[in-house]
Every structure is written in structure tokens, then in C-alpha cells.
């Protein structure tokens, strides 16, 4: 048992390094401002273009723009 907890705080931990990090590069972009705006809806909105705007990045630093641009092509969604 002693092992399995050993793992368990192991794995915890770990996650916590892969969790952290785009909240911290979120917190970072937003700097010491607070969301701007108010109630549940509209916050989440906020949230989710931050997280948008995360995964957009994200995706560029993996693949280059053009190949982006030839797979939504590919897929046929209009984005012009």
C-alpha cells in the first residue's frame, strides 16, 4: 500500500505540472487584470476565448499556418 500511495502523490503531483502551466501562461497573458466582465455567462465567455486564443497559439507553434490554412481547406469550412 505503501507503494501505491507513493505512486498515487507521484502521479498528483506530475498532473499538477501539465495543469498548471496553461493557467499560469493564461494568468501571465491577462497580467494583474481581473476579468472584465461580470456574471456566470459572460465570465465564461471571457474564459473561453482566453482558452481559445491558448489552443490557437498553441497549434501555430506546432504546425505552420499554411498547413493549418490547407487543412481547413481540406475539411471545407470557410474561414475568409
Known amino acids: 500500500?505503501?507503494?501505491?500511495?507513493?505512486?498515487?502523490?507521484?502521479?498528483?503531483?506530475?498532473?499538477?505540472?501539465?495543469?498548471d502551466h496553461p493557467f499560469g501562461t493564461l494568468k501571465y497573458w491577462m497580467g494583474q487584470i481581473p476579468l472584465l466582465l461580470?456574471?456566470?455567462?459572460k465570465v465564461q465567455a471571457e474564459i473561453d476565448l482566453y482558452a481559445t486564443c491558448y489552443n490557437?497559439?498553441?497549434?501555430t507553434n506546432i504546425q505552420s499556418i499554411q498547413v493549418l490554412l490547407q487543412q481547413v481547406h481540406y475539411w471545407g469550412i470557410k474561414y475568409t
Do not use: A, M, P, Y
Open 38 to 41: 461580470r456574471g456566470k455567462e
Open 1 to 19: 500500500t505503501e507503494d501505491s500511495e507513493l505512486s498515487t502523490v507521484q502521479s498528483i503531483t506530475l498532473r499538477k505540472k501539465w495543469v
Open 56 to 59: 490557437l497559439r498553441r497549434v
